[in-house]
C-alpha cells in the first residue's frame, strides 16, 4: 500500500494538538470541535484498517499496513510501524476510545485548550506503541505518554491530584528506567532495534551481553508496572481515584494494556525459552493479582476506586492467559485486554457521570439512584454486567477462553501442575467478581430513594449516544467473538510456534 | 483405615491454623492469648506423635511436651499480668490499640 | 442448508424478539400504554408453545425420539479450540419445552391481574420474556458452554426479577444472594467442564455421553467432571448447601416465584443433571453424590417448611424439598423418574404458588397469621390450591402420587437409608400443605383488609393449571412417559391404575400422607392439640427447625461478615494500604530514592569525597529515619509477616529445594 493509512491515523491527533494549541482558551467550543474530528477520522481510518484486515491463515505472522524509512542509520533505528493479530485490536480500541473519550470529556471548562491537546497528544503517543515495531520508536512511544498524563492528572484532576500524578511518573519512569535497560541490552547483543528481525532470528542465536533472563526481567519490569502486576499495583487506585473521568478511561481502557501487549510482543516473542521457563512464577503472581485485587476490591468504598481495584484484578487474567502459553489463552489474554478496555472504560465513564452529577463519590452516602436516574442505572448494570463476566457480553467469552487456554497448559513445578491449578483458584475470581460488582450496584442504585438526590439530572444526549456505542461494542465481541478472534489469531499463531507449540 | 503418624500431623496442623489465624485477627489480647496456647498444643501432638511413629523407645517428644506445656503456663501467667498491667494504665486490651512501640 | 429443523431455533427466538420490542420500542415510545407489553410477550410465548407442540409431535414420530440440527460455529481457533452453536432435540428437551411454555404462558396471563398498575410493567414483562428466551435456550442447548451460557442468564433475570422492587432492602439484598449463591456452584460448573473439555477435547453433551458409555471417559476424570457439574445444579436446584438463596428469592413478585423459582429455573439443575445423566450413571462416586445431596436436601427442607409463617416460605421450602426428591429419582431411577417429578411437580408448584399469589392479591400479605377464612369468599382459589397441595402431598390418581411413587420404588431398591428419609418427608409434606390450607383458608379471618375473589384473568391459569395437575401424572400410568425417555415397559389403563395397589408400598406413602393431612386437621383446624404446646415440648426442636439450622447464621454472620469481610479481605486491604503502599512504596521510592539518593549525589556534586563521607552518614541517618517507619507498632501485623515470611520459605523449599 502506497498509501501511509497507519502514519496517518498516529500523527493525526497530534496534528489536533498542534492546531488546538494555536487557538485561545476563550474558543472552548471551536476546541472541542477539532479535537472531535481530529479523533473521529482516526477513527474511520482505523475502521477500514480493521476491515482490510487480511485474516487468512495464510498471512498469520505477517505484518500489515507496513510502513519502514531509515531514521537514525548510525544505530540501526527505522521509523517502522505495522499491525498484526495483536496489535491490531488494541490500536483499533485506543482510535475508538479516542474519540469517545472527546465526547465524554465536552463539559471540561478548565483551560479547554491545554487539556484537549494533551488528550490528543496521549492518543497519538498510545497508537504509537502498538503500531511501532522498532524498539527505539516504541521506547520514545513509552514515554511521551507520561507527560501528558501528567498534566492532565495534576491540574484536571480532584483530590490528592498532585501526589498521584507524581506517584504516577515516578513509578512509570522505575519501570521505564528498567525496560531502557533491557533494551540496550538486547541492543548491544544484537545489534539491531528491529523487533521483526530479532524475533525471527531468535534470541539464542546470538551471544548475550548479559544473561538472557535479566534481559527479559528488566523487560517484564516496565511491564509489569504498567499492566500492573501485585505488588507493583499502588500506583493505578491512586492514579485512577485523582484523574479527569476521560483520563480514568483512557487509562483503564488503553494504557494499561501497553503492559500486557508488552509482555505479548517482547518479553514471549522474543524471549520464549525465558518465558517458558519464568511463566510458574508470574503465573502465582497473576493469581496472586486476581485474587487479591478482587479482595480489595470488595473493601473499597471510593466508586472509582473500587473500579480501579477491579481492574487490578481483571488484569490478572490478562497475565494469567499471557504466561500460560497455549493458543487460547494467549488469544483469551488478547481478547480480554479489548474487552476490558471497553466494559471498564464505560464503568469509568457512567460512574463519571455519576459523580458529575450527584456530587457524591463514597459510595455508603449513595443509594436509592435508579428511581432518579434510571437510564444512567441501565447503562451501569449492562457494564457491571460485563465486568462480571456474563455470557453475552464480551467479558464472558475473553474470561472463559482465557481460563479454557490456561486449564490445557503443560506448565509444571515437578510434577505439580501449577497452571492447572491456579487457574482453578483464579476461576474464584469471577465469584469475587460478581460479589464487588452487584453490592456496588445495590449501594448505589438500589434501596429506597433518597430526597437529597431529587432533581438530579439523568445522562443526556450526549452520554447516552457514547454509551450506547459503548454497549453495542461490548455485545458485538460477546455474540460475535470470532470478528475479534480470528484477528487476534493470525498474530498468536507465529508466537506459538516460537514457543515448541 | 489406621491411624497414622500424617493424620496426627494433619491435626496438628489444623490446629496451628486455627490457632493462627486467631492471633493475626483478633483484637482482644487474651482472645490472641489463648490462641497461642492452641498453637502451642498443636505443636505438642506434632512433639509426642513424632516421637511415637519415630522413635518409640524414646521418650524425648513427650518430655519436650511436657516442658512446653509448663513453659506455656509460665507464659500465659506473665501474658496475663502484662495484659491487666496495659489495662490499668491504658482501658483498653485491643491489640490494635497497643502501640507503644512504634517508630 | 435450510431444513425445517432450522425453524426449532424460533422458539426461543421469539420471546428475544419480545424482549427486543418490549425495550427498544414499547418502552421509550408507549409509555402510557402499559398493556401492550403484556401482549406481547404472551403473544410470544404462546407461538412458542405451539413450536413446541409441533416438536413434541415430531419428537414422537421419530423412532430414536432424536432430530437432527446442524451446528453453527462459533469461535474456531486452530490447534487451540473450536467451539460450535447448536441445540439438540430429543425427549427430554420436547418434554421440558412444553414445561417451559406451558407454565410460562399461564404465568404471564396470571401477571396481567397481579402485577396491574405497578409502574414497572414494562421492565417486568421484558424480564419475563428474557428469562423465558434464556430458559427455553437452556434447554434447547447441545453444548455444555451453551448451557452455560443461558444458566447464567436465567440466573440473571432471576437476580433481575428477585429485585424488580429494588427500592426495598430486602429485595435488593436477597437478589444479590441469590447470585451470588448460585454463582458459587456455577463456579464448579466452570471448572468442571473446562476439566472436561481439557481431557476429552469437546463441550458437547452427545459426544461427552459415547465417550462416557464406551469408557473412554472414565476414573477421576469423569468423576470431577461430573461432581463440578452437579455442583452447578446444587447452586441453581438450591440444594443443601447451597439451598440460602431460594427462601429469600421469595421476595420477588410471586408469579415470578412460580415461573423461576419453582417450576423452572429451579428445576434447571434437575435438568442439568439428566441431560448429562451418562456422566454420572459411569460414576459410582457421582451417583451417590447426587443421591445423598438430594435425599438429605428432600427431609432438611421439609423439616423447616414445618413451622415458616409465610405462605410462600412453605412453598419455597416445599419447593427445596421436591428438588431434592428429584435429585434422589434421577441417582436412583434414571432420567425419566426424575423428569416425571419435574413435570408433575411443574405444574402443581406453579398452582400453589399462584393460588398464594392470588390470596396475597386479596390480603396484601404472606403472613398465614393474618389469614384465615379464605375459603368463603375465594372458592376459585381454594378449590385449585387443595387440588394443587393434594397433588404434592401424593394421594391418589393425582399427578404427585405417580411420580413420588416411582421414586420411592428406585429408592428402595437402591437407597435403603434414603428412602427412610423420603418416607419421613412424605409424612412432613402433607403436614405442611394442610397446615397451610388450614391456616390460610380454614377457619375465621384475621385480618383488616377488605377480601374478594381475584380476577379471571388470575383464575382461569389456576384452573387450567389445577387440571394439568390432576392429569399430568396419568401420562405415565401406561408407562408412556418412560418409555418415551427409552426404557420401561407399558401396560393397559387399568392395570396402571389399580395394578400399582397390589404392592405395600403405595400403601404405606397413602397412609402417611393420610396421616400427614390428618395431623395437620388435628392441629390447625380442630385445635384437639395446640401448636404452641407442641412447640413448647420439642423446643429445641421447634427452634432449630423455625431459625432454619442457623445456616443463613453461619454464612452471612461467620463467613462472609468476620471470616472474609472482617477478617481475609480486612487484612489484605490492611496489606495493600500499609505495607505495599505506605511501608515499601512510599517510604522507599519516596523516602529512600528521591530524598537519600538524590540528595547523595546532589552532595557529593558540591561538596566531592568529603561531602561523600557526610552523604553515607545522612544516608543512614534518613534511612533510619525513613526505614523505621515499617516499625508500625501493630503486634498482628508483625505477626501476619513471620507467618507469610514462613509460607514463603515453605513455599521456596517446596519450588526450588
Known amino acids: 500500500m502506497n498509501f501511509n493509512i497507519l502514519s496517518l491515523i498516529i500523527f493525526l491527533p497530534a496534528l489536533g494538538a498542534i492546531l488546538i494549541a494555536c487557538t485561545s482558551n476563550s474558543r472552548a467550543k471551536l476546541i472541542k470541535y477539532i479535537a472531535a474530528i481530529f479523533t473521529l477520522i482516526p477513527l474511520i481510518l482505523a475502521i477500514c484498517v480493521f476491515f482490510s484486515f487480511d485474516r487468512s491463515p495464510t498471512m498469520a505472522g505477517v505484518i500489515q499496513f507496513e510502513e519502514k524509512a531509515s531514521w537514525i542509520p548510525l544505530i540501526n533505528a527505522y521509523y517502522h510501524v505495522g499491525l498484526d493479530g495483536v496489535s491490531l485490536p488494541l490500536f483499533f480500541l485506543m482510535t475508538l476510545l479516542g474519540f469517545l473519550v472527546v465526547l465524554i470529556s465536552w463539559k471540561i471548562d478548565l483551560r479547554p485548550r491545554e487539556y484537549f491537546a494533551w488528550l490528543l497528544l496521549l492518543e497519538m503517543s498510545i497508537l504509537g506503541v502498538f503500531a511501532s515495531l522498532d524498539f527505539l520508536l516504541f521506547f520514545i512511544m513509552w514515554e511521551i505518554e507520561v507527560i501528558p498524563m501528567f498534566f492532565l492528572i495534576s491540574i484536571w484532576g480532584a483530590g490528592r491530584k498532585e501526589y498521584s500524578a507524581f506517584k504516577y511518573v515516578l513509578y512509570t519512569l522505575f519501570g521505564s528506567a528498567m525496560m531502557l535497560a533491557g533494551i540496550l541490552s538486547v541492543y548491544f547483543t544484537t545489534h539491531s532495534l528491529s523487533m521483526v528481525d530479532i524475533t525471527a532470528r531468535g534470541i539464542a542465536s546470538y551471544i548475550p551481553v548479559v544473561p538472557q533472563a535479566l534481559m527479559f526481567f528488566l523487560l517484564l519490569g516496565g511491564f509489569a508496572v504498567k499492566l500492573p502486576v501485585f505488588p507493583f499495583h499502588t500506583w493505578l487506585p491512586d492514579a485512577h481515584t485523582d484523574a479527569p473521568t476521560a483520563v480514568s478511561v483512557v487509562l483503564a481502557g488503553t494504557l494499561l494494556k501497553m503492559g500486557g501487549y508488552g509482555m505479548i510482543r517482547v518479553c514471549v516473542s522474543i524471549f520464549p525459552d525465558a518465558a517458558r521457563q519464568f511463566a510458574p512464577i508470574l503465573i502465582s503472581l497473576a493469581m496472586v493479582n486476581i485474587i487479591y485485587g478482587a479482595a480489595v476490591t470488595l473493601k473499597q468504598t471510593d466508586i472509582k476506586r473500587l473500579i480501579a481495584y477491579s481492574s487490578v484484578s481483571h488484569m490478572g487474567f490478562v497475565l494469567l492467559g499471557i504466561f500460560s502459553l497455549t493458543t487460547v489463552s494467549l488469544t483469551g489474554a488478547t481478547l480480554q485486554m479489548f474487552s476490558h478496555g471497553l466494559i471498564t472504560g464505560l464503568l469509568f465513564a457512567t460512574a463519571g457521570i455519576v459523580m458529575h452529577n450527584t456530587h457524591e463519590r463514597d459510595i455508603n452516602k449513595m443509594g436509592g439512584l435508579a428511581r432518579q436516574i434510571p437510564i444512567i442505572t441501565v447503562i451501569f448494570t449492562i457494564a457491571g454486567l460485563g465486568a462480571m463476566g456474563v455470557p453475552s457480553t464480551s467479558g464472558f467469552i475473553a474470561e472463559f477462553m482465557t481460563f479454557l487456554g490456561s486449564f490445557q497448559s503443560d506448565i509444571l513445578v515437578g510434577a505439580f501442575p501449577i497452571a492447572k491449578v491456579f487457574t482453578v483458584i483464579s476461576i474464584l475470581g469471577i465469584l469475587l467478581g460478581a460479589g464487588y460488582i452487584l453490592w456496588l450496584l445495590q449501594r448505589v442504585f438500589y434501596n429506597a430513594p433518597q430526597d437529597k438526590f431529587n432533581g438530579v439530572h439523568d445522562a443526556d444526549k450526549l452520554e447516552r449516544v457514547y454509551s450506547a456505542i459503548f454497549i453495542i461494542m461490548i455485545f458485538l465481541v460477546g455474540v460475535y467473538p470470532s470478528i475479534l478472534t480470528n484477528v487476534i489469531k493470525t498474530g498468536i499463531t507465529p508466537i506459538i510456534n516460537l514457543l515448541g507449540g | 483405615m489406621s491411624i497414622g503418624l500424617e493424620h496426627y500431623l494433619i491435626l496438628s496442623a489444623i490446629l496451628f491454623s486455627i490457632g493462627l489465624y486467631g492471633a493475626l485477627s483478633k483484637h482482644n489480647a487474651i482472645v490472641i492469648l489463648m490462641c497461642i496456647e492452641i498453637m502451642l498444643s498443636a505443636v505438642n501432638i506434632a512433639l509426642v506423635a513424632f516421637s511415637r511413629y519415630i522413635v518409640p523407645l524414646q521418650l524425648t517428644g513427650q518430655v519436650f511436651a511436657i516442658f512446653t506445656i509448663a513453659v506455656a503456663a509460665a507464659e500465659t501467667a506473665v501474658g496475663l499480668a502484662i495484659i491487666i498491667a496495659i489495662y490499668r494504665s491504658r482501658e483498653t486490651i485491643d491489640a490494635g490499640k497497643i502501640d507503644l512501640m512504634k517508630w | ?657
Open chain 3, 1 to 657: 442448508m435450510f431444513d425445517q429443523n432450522q425453524y426449532i431455533w424460533l422458539i426461543f427466538l421469539i420471546p428475544l424478539l419480545s424482549w427486543a420490542i418490549i425495550s427498544l420500542i414499547l418502552k421509550p415510545f408507549f409509555k402510557d400504554k402499559p398493556k401492550i407489553a403484556g401482549y406481547v410477550t404472551i403473544a410470544a410465548v404462546a407461538t412458542s408453545l405451539l413450536l413446541s407442540i409441533w416438536v413434541l409431535v415430531t419428537v414422537l414420530g421419530e423412532p430414536h425420539h432424536e432430530l437432527e440440527v446442524p451446528n453453527i460455529s462459533w469461535v474456531i481457533i486452530e490447534g487451540g479450540a473450536t467451539i460450535n452453536l447448536g441445540i439438540i432435540v430429543d425427549s427430554l428437551t420436547a418434554v421440558m419445552l412444553i414445561v417451559v411454555t406451558v407454565v410460562s404462558l399461564m404465568v404471564q396471563i396470571y401477571s396481567q391481574g397481579y402485577m396491574h398498575g405497578d409502574a414497572g410493567y414494562h421492565r417486568y414483562y421484558a424480564h419475563m420474556s428474557l428469562f423465558t428466551t434464556a430458559m427455553l435456550g437452556l434447554v434447547l442447548a447441545n453444548s455444555l458452554l451453551l448451557m452455560f451460557v443461558f444458566w447464567e442468564l436465567v440466573g440473571l433475570c432471576s437476580y433481575l426479577l428477585i429485585g424488580f422492587w429494588f427500592h426495598r432492602p430486602s429485595a435488593a439484598n436477597a437478589a444479590k444472594k441469590a447470585f451470588i449463591v448460585t454463582r458459587i456452584g456455577d463456579f464448579g460448573f466452570l471448572a468442571g467442564m473446562i476439566y472436561l473439555y481439557a481431557n476429552t477435547g469437546t463441550f458437547d453433551t452427545a459426544e461427552l455421553h459415547q465417550m462416557a458409555i464406551s469408557g473412554v471417559l472414565a476414573g477421576n476424570v469423569l468423576t470431577w467432571g461430573a461432581i463440578g457439574i452437579f455442583a452447578g445444579a446444587v447452586g441453581k436446584s438450591a440444594q443443601f448447601p447451597l439451598h440460602v438463596w431460594l427462601p429469600d428469592a421469595m421476595e420477588g413478585p410471586t408469579p415470578v416465584s412460580a415461573l423461576i423459582h419453582a417450576a423452572t429455573m429451579a428445576a434447571a439443575g434437575v435438568f442439568l443433571v439428566a441431560r448429562t445423566y451418562p456422566l454420572f450413571e459411569h460414576s459410582a462416586v457421582a451417583l451417590q453424590t447426587v443421591a445423598t445431596v438430594g435425599g438429605f436436601t428432600a427431609i432438611f427442607a421439609a423439616s423447616i417448611g414445618l413451622v415458616q409463617n409465610d405462605i410462600k416460605r412453605v412453598l419455597a421450602y416445599s419447593t427445596i424439598s421436591q428438588l431434592g426428591y428429584m435429585m434422589l429419582g434421577l441417582a436412583t431411577g434414571g432420567v425419566a423418574v426424575g423428569i416425571f417429578h419435574l413435570f408433575n411437580h411443574a405444574f402443581f408448584k406453579a398452582l400453589l404458588f399462584l393460588g398464594a399469589g392470588s390470596v396475597n392479591h386479596a390480603t396484601k400479605t404472606f403472613d398465614m397469621r393474618e389469614m384465615g377464612g379464605l375459603r368463603k369468599v375465594m372458592p376459585r382459589t381454594y378449590a385449585t390450591f387443595v387440588i394443587g397441595a393434594l397433588s404434592l402431598a401424593g394421594i391418589w390418581p393425582l399427578s404427585g402420587f405417580w411420580s413420588k411413587d416411582e421414586i420411592l420404588v428406585k429408592s428402595l431398591e437402591n437407597q435403603p437409608v434414603l428412602f427412610a428419609l423420603a418416607m419421613i418427608t412424605v409424612f412432613m409434606t402433607a403436614f405442611y400443605m394442610f397446615r397451610v390450607i388450614f391456616l390460610t383458608f380454614g377457619g375465621e379471618y384475621r385480618g383488616k383488609e377488605h377480601l374478594h375473589e381475584s380476577s379471571s384473568v388470575m383464575t382461569i391459569p389456576l384452573i387450567i393449571l389445577a387440571i394439568l395437575a390432576c392429569g399430568s401424572g396419568l401420562l405415565n400410568v401406561t408407562g408412556g412417559f418412560s418409555a418415551f425417555f427409552g426404557h420401561g415397559e407399558t401396560y393397559s389403563v387399568v392395570e396402571g391404575l389399580f395394578g400399582i395397589f397390589a404392592h405395600p408400598l403405595p400403601w404405606l406413602s397413602l397412609i402417611l400422607a393420610g396421616l400427614g393431612i390428618f395431623t395437620a386437621y388435628a392441629v390447625y383446624s380442630k385445635k384437639w392439640l395446640s401448636a404452641e404446646a407442641i412447640g413448647k415440648r420439642f423446643s429445641a426442636l421447634y427452634k432449630l427447625f423455625y431459625n432454619k439450622y442457623w445456616v443463613d447464621e453461619l454464612y452471612e454472620g461467620i463467613i462472609v461478615k468476620k471470616v472474609l469481610m472482617g477478617g481475609i479481605f480486612r487484612v489484605f486491604q490492611l496489606f495493600d494500604s500499609k505495607v505495599i503502599d505506605g511501608g515499601i512504596n512510599t517510604n522507599f521510592v519516596q523516602g529512600f530514592i528521591v530524598r537519600n539518593l538524590f540528595g547523595w549525589f546532589k552532595s557529593f556534586d558540591q561538596k566531592g569525597v568529603d561531602g561523600a563521607v557526610n552523604g553515607v552518614a545522612d544516608t543512614t541517618l534518613i534511612a533510619g529515619k525513613t526505614m523505621r517507619k515499617v516499625q508500625t507498632g501493630q503486634l498482628q501485623l508483625y505477626g501476619l509477616i513471620i507467618g507469610l515470611g514462613i509460607v514463603a520459605l515453605i513455599v521456596c523449599l517446596f519450588l526450588f529445594g
